[in-house]
């Protein structure tokens, strides 16, 4: 593990995470690596900024955020009354590591909310991310979704999402 990336393994599988920002990043899952080259692996999720484009290419994260200057569909959606705060923007994340998983928790002060993330690699191989957002402001949040985005494969077969 490096300071800024997570390297869960278990046989046969490897989920790497940059937890630098302010929402993780997963930037390798499959295969299990016995090492990891930081540049060539962030390199393929951190893209070089594009003609007539956008001047960094958000990378598509755990919990996408508008915030971020991601143009998919947001992570997580909702406002304060009045509609303020409806693109929040996490940072100052906190990671607690265990053998195999860890918890990220990170903060938006101004829309006066937490996102707290937590990774299991299991035993069988299956990864387990549960995500919760916490209102710590004194008025009401309106949350519509708040949803997890994994990137999949083309060869992925099989992908079992459930609701607690």
């Known amino acids: 593990m490096t300071a ?5 393994r278990r046989l046969g599988v490897s989920v790497v995470v940059e937890v630098s920002a302010g929402v993780p990043v997963i930037v390798h899952w499959g ?3 016995e090492t990891i080259d930081r540049d060539s692996i962030l390199s393929s999720v951190y893209l070089p900024k594009q003609p007539g484009g956008v001047d960094v290419t958000a990378p598509v994260a755990v919990v996408p955020q508008h915030g971020e200057g991601c ?21 100052q994340p ?8 860890f918890v990220f928790t990170s903060r938006d ?8 993330c937590q990774f299991e690699l299991c035993e069988s191989g299956v990864l387990a991310i549960k995500a919760t ?9 309106l949350l519509d ?4 985005t994994l990137p999949l494969p083309n060869s992925a077969e099989e992908l079992l999402t459930l609701w607690s």
């Open 4 to 8: 800024d990336l997570i390297h869960l």
């Open 71 to 91: 143009f998919a569909r947001p992570g997580l959606a909702g406002h304060r009354p009045g509609g303020r705060h409806f693109a929040p923007r996490f940072s």
């Open 109 to 116: 002060l101004v829309a006066e909310l937490s996102l707290r």
């Open 31 to 33: 295969r299990e690596l």
């Open 133 to 141: 957002v916490t209102n710590n402001g004194t008025n009401r949040y």
């Open 94 to 101: 906190e990671v607690e590591v265990s053998d195999y998983g």
């Open 145 to 148: 979704t708040l949803s997890i």
